[in-house]
Structure formats: C-alpha cells, structure tokens
C-alpha cells in the first residue's frame, strides 16, 4: 500500500487485491488488472465515520491510486461552489447537483494513458438547456463564458477544439437577433445545440447526433429531443420534486456518456478498469443529488459501470436506511454484497474503524525520528504511543496532529500529553502555529457553538448540562440549545456515552482542556465545577450515589469527600460496584490550579506523591476512622486518578503502588477478594499498556 495511510490496507492493498482493486478492475497505482467482484454492476460504497476518522483523506488517496490510469473525480459536497450560484447567475438554472456534475465532468474528462479525452454531449445538452433558463438578461459576456464551460465537455484529442467557438459564436447570435423580443431564450439554444450537433460527419459529430437523440426517451417528450430538453429545463426552473426529476436525468445522462465512452471493442482495449467517482460529505445536497439518482436508476435496472466511493459524515442517513453494512476489515477479501429490491439496498456502507496502537506506534515514530529527544529510540519516550492511542482513541487526526507537535515540541521540552497538546503546533510549514488542542477543535468542531459545547463538556446527561446553561449562558441558549448541541453531536457520528453529555473521551478531553485555559485564572473552569457540585448536592443527584459530586469535588481538588466515602463505603458495598464509583470520581479530569483564586500552585502534578505514600506522614484521618483503610483508599485513589488521566504518560512506580493496594485490600474483603485481586493484576498492566481500565469479570461467582 503506497497511500501513506495506516490501517486502511483492507481498501488499497495490491495482493491480494482489496476492495478498490476488486471493484475497480486496476491494482492502486498500477496499471495491472485485477477481476472484477461484482461484474455486473458494483455497489455505490458509503465510508463511514465521525470528524477525524480519516474519510476525506481515504478519498484522496484514492483519487491519487487512480489518476491518470482511468477517469477519477472528486466532489466534495461541503466545497463552497456547492453554497450558492455565482453572483451573477439566477438561482433558478443553478444547483448544487449541476454544478457537481460539471466539476465531475471536467475531472472526468481527463487522459489517462493508453486513451484520449471522454466527451460529456449527453450531459453537455442537458446543461446548457438548463443554464439557458438563466440567460434571459441577455448579458451576453457571461452567457459566452457560461457556454464555453459547458461545450469544453465535449473536446476530444481527436477532434479540434475549434467546434466549441463556433458553437458558441453561432449561440450568441441566435441571442443577438432575439434580443428585441422578450420572451425566453431556451428554445433557441436548444435549437441550436441541436443544429450544432448535427453538422459534420466526423465519427466525433456522429457521437453528438446520437447523443442528441438520447433524451427522446423523456417523459412526455413524445420522441422529440427538441421538446424533451425544453421540458428538462422547464422541470429544472420549477424546483422541489420537478427540479428532482430533471437532475436525476443530468445524473442519468452522465453515465450514460461514460458508459458510450467504454462502449466498443476499440474503446475497451484502450480502457482499463472502471471510472472512479469520489464523493466527499455525501451528506450535503450536492452528495445526495448524486447518491440518490444513483441508487435510483440501480434499482430501476438501469445499468452503469461507475464504481462510486463515498464519505459520509456519521453512522446512518435516512436515504441509506436499506444499506448493506461491513466494517472496513470485512471487505479485505470479499464482501458478499446483494442489493435487494429498495434503491438504498444498492449502497453499501462501510465503517472505517480506529487505527490500532501499532499504527498510532508507526506513525509517531515515524514523526519524531531523528528528533534529538530523551528517552527511546531516536527519541520517542517509550510511553508516549501508547498513550497517544489511549488518548484518541486512534483517531487519526488526532494522532497525526499529535506526531506533529511530537516532532515540533519534545525536543523543547514538552514531557506530556497535556503538554504537547498546549503546545503550539504548524500542520504545515506554510501555516502560523497555534496550540494543538485548539487545531484539533477546529477541525473535529468547526460550525460554531464552541464555546458553548467546550462548557457543556463537564456535564453529564441532559439536565446537568441544561444546568449548566442555565447558570453559566445566555438566557436565549436554553434547553433548546442544548437540545440542539445533542442532536448535533449525533449528527456527526459522535458516540454516546452513559454519564457524559460528551460521550467520546477525546473529544471531551480536548473540550475540558480548552475550558481550563479559557481565561488566565482558570474562572470558568471552576464556576462549571462548582454549578454542577451544587447540582448534583440537591434534587438532581441520584438517590444514593454520589459519584457525580465528588467527580467534580476532585476536579476543584477537594480529595477527602471522594476518599471519606470510598473509605465509608468499602466494606458493605458490592466490590464491583466500589471499583465502578472508584474509577468514575477518579476520572474527574486534572488540572493545576486548584486553589480558591485559580493559582497555579508550582505546576507540580502532587498524585503521584500521594500514591507512593509520600505525604502520609501529614495527614491525619478523621476521628474514629480506620487510619490504614484511610491512608490506602486516599492512595489508591491519587493512583488511579493518574494512571487513568489521559494526558499524563503512565508511571510504572505508580502502577506498581496500584497493584500493592489492591492487593492489600482483597485481604480485608474476603467476598470480594476475587474482583480486587484480578484488579490488581489487571489494572496496572492496562494503565502501562494505554488501555482503559474496565471492571474484572466475577468469574468466582460472588463479590
């Protein structure tokens, strides 16, 4: 695999083929052929996945794998040519889809080698009849530059680029001469496109008559060309259902150009493979005007041979409900796709899935090799992999941008995660740096409300974050706003997660990291604490549990309330349950600062000198407590809050107090003993080796 993409071998690799070689009939890079799966028409594959996951940059490998062996092209559906029509053209003979099928078309139209330019008159006609309905202003500048666009459709290498001026000049006179009237101007120029196409008798001219009788077949055109376009771009002007209908046709009518450029023994000897066509945020209306006519046509047997990739934003979209589904490595050999009889059966959905902590070890080493850094080879501290992966869940954004800051911050020093994230950092060398944290929010949250969202992070559910709005955002934010930040959240192929309003943990760690640095004295940060301490005092809280104060407690860095109850509580309440509150208060996030005024107290991260028992000498247990139980809940829980704290490299000293612990405390739970026991085999061997830590199953049968 030569994409430079890591974990996505199961889409490029060459032997054996993968699903790019086996859909389109060539190997990536590589002229060689490869036998086709599914001859007889391929499914349209939908990529799937959440901001960052890496679909847009699956897409442009792609279309690096293809270009110049045969016709490739790529939309993106969020490009801002998709918004709006220029300025100066009417709304009515412009859309999204018609300016994707022109993008696709020109892209499209390029040589690949061993085969010429591929003509669009299909399409081309279809265009210029709908654009003519935007030419009533007889502003004859543009509708030139307009046509010329339109026409370039149609070159070839084997026929002269001289038809396109003489067309348009023979255009712009019919307009010329009827510009005393005032009624519209379609009729004309589909006529002359008409007469254009039929002059010569070039094999070239011969492909644009025949192409002119293809839209015969239009409903209600009774066989007439003529009639058909001026229907097409009456349906067009129209919009909603009818504007539908003309744009499936323009769809229709592209494939039906590439298939005639493959028609033939000659054309196929010269061509290798499928086209490609590359769709980006598929989601938007310039992507679903393309998916959906698509899928339509499919299902209606109206053939094609296009192998459609697709990137969709999330999990699930209402015109893919029929979808097949596989993950990325269920398609490495085959992937036993049958449509059935609904058009979104002919999609095919594929979820890309996280890279793994080999990948994420690949790449930031990659990154920092020949760095001047301490500790690993050629510098990378042998931790930090694996707790990049830990902290991002291998997003792959989020792991190149870490590489990055790798490669740009540790040879100044930058010791953490936490540290690399507040860094500054230059994607490119052509870009000013800022900190990564904050480059990583603008791409994985662009669209507004961050502020609002980076606040909302320190909730839990719905009504700590309506909370939290209530006390902390302006009065017309609301419910509804945080309805609404929900449903966005969701749109966007966020996961839920029970006991966080922001359910994925890189994405709300780098939220709670931009709130602490929000403003100098860290104000905000604490008044979010605060309100939700004072949340979950009252009503709100669940009857009996107190893990969500005492969450927040720990993030203002008040320690006693969490260990007086895990203290109280260790001896009459089942083991799993007391690991469960153990692991939720401790993952309150960390940060200095924790002093009433916001100061940072030296910067010193004190857990790890809590959990070696370096400060026991100066505590003193409440009265009538268990002194030992004390000092060995207040230690475990400094330990685990900093073993699990994803922006802090695990220390083994630390890991090694954890097992101690717990292993010690299995001793004065004999029903529980199994489940501390196993946690204290588990647990320390988890936090080194980056992974979360989980609850150990009872495989005693009692706790």
Same mark, same amino acid.
């Given at each position: 695999?030569?994409?430079?993409?890591?974990?996505?071998?199961?889409?490029?690799d060459?032997?054996?083929?993968?699903?790019?070689?086996?859909?389109?009939?060539?190997r990536?890079?590589?002229?060689?052929?490869?036998?086709y799966?599914?001859?007889?028409?391929?499914?349209?594959?939908?990529?799937?996945?959440?901001?960052?996951?890496?679909?847009?940059?699956?897409?442009?490998?792609?279309?690096?794998?293809?270009?110049?062996?045969?016709?490739?092209?790529?939309?993106?559906?969020?490009?801002?040519?998709?918004?709006?029509?220029?300025?100066?053209?009417?709304?009515?003979?412009?859309?999204?889809?018609?300016?994707?099928?022109?993008?696709?078309a020109?892209?499209?139209?390029?040589?690949?080698?061993? @085969? =010429?330019?591929?003509?669009?008159?299909? *399409?081309?006609?279809?265009?210029?009849?709908?654009? /003519? !309905? %935007?030419? $009533?202003? #007889?502003?004859?500048?543009?509708?030139?530059?307009?046509?010329?666009?339109i026409?370039?459709?149609?070159?070839?290498?084997?026929?002269?680029?001289?038809?396109?001026?003489?067309?348009?000049?023979?255009?712009?006179?019919?307009?010329?001469?009827?510009m005393?009237?005032?009624?519209?101007?379609?009729?004309?120029?589909?006529?002359?496109?008409?007469?254009?196409?039929?002059?010569?008798?070039?094999?070239?001219?011969?492909?644009?008559?025949?192409?002119?009788?293809?839209?015969r077949?239009?409903?209600? @055109? =009774?066989?007439?060309?003529?009639?058909? *376009?001026?229907?097409?771009?009456?349906?067009?002007? /129209? !919009? %909603?259902? $009818?504007? #539908?209908?003309?744009?499936?046709?323009?769809?229709?009518?592209?494939?039906?150009?590439?298939?005639?450029?493959?028609?033939?023994?000659?054309?196929?000897?010269?061509?290798?493979?499928?086209?490609?066509?590359?769709?980006?945020?598929?989601?938007?209306?310039?992507?679903?005007?393309?998916?959906?006519?698509?899928?339509?046509?499919r299902?209606?047997?109206?053939?094609?041979?296009?192998?459609?990739?697709?990137?969709?934003r999330?999990?699930?979209?209402?015109?893919?409900?029929?979808?097949?589904?596989?993950?990325?490595?269920?398609?490495?050999?085959?992937t036993?796709?049958?449509?059935?009889?609904?058009?979104?059966?002919?999609?095919?959905?594929v979820?890309?899935?996280?890279?793994?902590?080999?990948?994420?070890?690949?790449?930031?080493?990659?990154a920092?090799?020949?760095?001047?850094?301490?500790?690993?080879?050629?510098?990378?501290?042998?931790?930090?992999?694996?707790?990049?992966?830990?902290?991002?869940?291998?997003?792959p954004?989020?792991?190149?941008?870490?590489?990055?800051?790798?490669?740009?911050?540790?040879?100044?020093?930058?010791?953490?995660?936490?540290?690399?994230?507040?860094?500054?950092?230059?994607?490119?060398?052509?870009?000013?740096?800022?900190?990564?944290?904050?480059?990583?929010?603008?791409?994985?949250?662009?669209?507004?409300?961050?502020?609002?969202?980076?606040?909302?992070?320190?909730?839990?559910?719905?009504a700590?974050?309506?909370?939290?709005?209530?006390?902390?955002?302006?009065?017309?934010?609301?419910?509804?706003?945080?309805?609404?930040?929900?449903?966005?959240?969701?749109?966007?192929?966020?996961?839920?997660?029970?006991g966080?309003?922001?359910?994925?943990?890189?994405?709300?760690?780098?939220?709670?990291?931009?709130?602490?640095?929000?403003?100098?004295?860290?104000?905000?940060?604490?008044?979010?604490?605060?309100?939700?301490?004072?949340?979950?005092?009252?009503?709100?809280a669940?009857?009996?549990?107190?893990?969500?104060?005492?969450?927040?407690?720990?993030?203002?860095?008040?320690?006693?309330?969490?260990?007086?109850?895990?203290?109280?509580?260790?001896?009459?309440?089942?083991?799993?349950?007391?690991?469960?509150?153990?692991?939720?208060?401790?993952?309150?996030?960390?940060?200095?600062?924790?002093?009433?005024?916001?100061?940072?107290?030296?910067?010193?991260?004190?857990?790890?000198?809590?959990?070696?028992?370096?400060?026991?000498?100066?505590?003193?247990?409440?009265?009538?407590?268990?002194?030992?139980?004390?000092?060995?809940?207040?230690?475990?829980?400094?330990?685990?809050?900093?073993?699990?704290?994803?922006l802090?490299?695990?220390?083994?000293?630390?890991?090694?107090?954890?097992?101690?612990?717990?292993?010690?405390?299995?001793?004065?739970?004999p029903?529980?003993?199994?489940?501390?026991?196993?946690?204290?085999?588990?647990?320390?061997?988890?936090?080194?080796?980056?992974?979360?830590?989980?609850?150990?199953?009872?495989?005693?049968?009692?706790?």
């Amino acid at each position: 695999m030569h994409t430079g993409l890591h974990g996505r071998g199961a889409l490029f690799d060459t032997d054996p083929p993968g699903l790019a070689s086996r859909l389109v009939g060539l190997r990536p890079y590589q002229l060689r052929a490869t036998p086709y799966e599914h001859a007889g028409g391929p499914p349209f594959v939908v990529l799937t996945g959440g901001r960052g996951i890496g679909r847009t940059a699956v897409l442009h490998a792609l279309r690096d794998a293809y270009r110049w062996h045969t016709p490739v092209a790529l939309v993106d559906g969020e490009d801002e040519q998709f918004a709006a029509p220029p300025a100066e053209r009417p709304a009515a003979s412009w859309s999204p889809v018609s300016q994707a099928l022109t993008t696709a078309a020109e892209q499209l139209a390029e040589p690949v080698k061993g @085969a =010429g330019r591929i003509a669009f008159p299909r *399409l081309s006609s279809g265009l210029l009849a709908v654009a /003519a !309905g %935007g030419w $009533s202003d #007889r502003d004859v500048p543009r509708i030139r530059h307009e046509a010329e666009r339109i026409l370039l459709l149609n070159e070839t290498d084997s026929w002269l680029s001289g038809f396109a001026g003489r067309w348009v000049s023979k255009v712009v006179s019919k307009l010329v001469a009827s510009m005393s009237g005032t009624g519209p101007v379609v009729e004309p120029i589909i006529e002359a496109t008409l007469e254009a196409f039929a002059e010569g008798v070039a094999p070239a001219h011969r492909r644009l008559r025949k192409a002119a009788t293809w839209y015969r077949d239009y409903p209600n @055109a =009774g066989g007439s060309p003529k009639l058909a *376009l001026i229907l097409l771009s009456r349906h067009f002007r /129209a !919009g %909603g259902d $009818s504007r #539908r209908h003309a744009e499936r046709h323009l769809v229709r009518a592209l494939l039906a150009d590439l298939d005639d450029a493959y028609a033939g023994v000659v054309q196929r000897s010269h061509r290798r493979g499928r086209p490609v066509l590359l769709v980006d945020n598929v989601q938007e209306p310039a992507g679903l005007g393309l998916l959906e006519p698509v899928l339509r046509d499919r299902a209606d047997g109206i053939a094609d041979q296009a192998v459609f990739f697709a990137a969709l934003r999330g999990h699930a979209h209402p015109a893919l409900r029929n979808a097949g589904r596989l993950t990325l490595p269920d398609t490495a050999r085959e992937t036993d796709w049958r449509p059935g009889t609904s058009p979104s059966s002919r999609a095919l959905l594929v979820a890309l899935p996280p890279l793994t902590p080999d990948d994420t070890l690949h790449i930031m080493d990659t990154a920092t090799r020949g760095a001047a850094t301490p500790g690993g080879p050629d510098g990378l501290p042998s931790q930090l992999p694996h707790a990049a992966h830990r902290l991002t869940g291998g997003n792959p954004l989020g792991i190149t941008l870490l590489a990055a800051s790798a490669r740009q911050n540790l040879p100044a020093g930058a010791d953490s995660l936490g540290a690399l994230l507040t860094a500054d950092v230059a994607p490119h060398e052509d870009h000013a740096g800022r900190p990564a944290h904050q480059e990583l929010l603008a791409r994985l949250v662009p669209g507004g409300r961050l502020d609002e969202l980076t606040l909302l992070a320190a909730a839990h559910d719905r009504a700590s974050a309506c909370s939290l709005a209530q006390a902390r955002l302006p009065e017309d934010f609301g419910a509804s706003g945080v309805l609404a930040l929900e449903e966005r959240l969701a749109a966007e192929g966020w996961p839920t997660a029970r006991g966080q309003f922001v359910g994925d943990p890189f994405l709300r760690t780098l939220l709670l990291l931009r709130l602490h640095h929000t403003d100098p004295d860290h104000a905000r940060w604490r008044a979010a604490h605060h309100t939700l301490v004072d949340h979950y005092a009252g009503t709100a809280a669940p009857p009996g549990d107190a893990r969500y104060r005492l969450h927040h407690e720990l993030a203002l860095g008040r320690t006693d309330p969490a260990v007086d109850l895990l203290r109280d509580t260790f001896a009459h309440t089942d083991t799993g349950d007391w690991l469960a509150s153990l692991l939720f208060i401790a993952s309150a996030p960390y940060h200095h600062a924790h002093d009433p005024d916001g100061r940072d107290a030296g910067g010193h991260d004190h857990r790890g000198d809590v959990a070696l028992g370096r400060s026991d000498a100066a505590q003193r247990p409440p009265a009538g407590a268990d002194a030992v139980l004390h000092l060995r809940v207040r230690r475990l829980l400094h330990a685990v809050w900093q073993l699990t704290d994803p922006l802090v490299l695990p220390d083994p000293r630390v890991a090694e107090r954890l097992r101690f612990e717990l292993e010690q405390l299995s001793n004065l739970r004999p029903a529980g003993n199994a489940l501390l026991w196993r946690a204290s085999r588990d647990w320390p061997a988890d936090a080194l080796a980056g992974r979360p830590l989980r609850i150990p199953d009872d495989e005693d049968g009692g706790r």
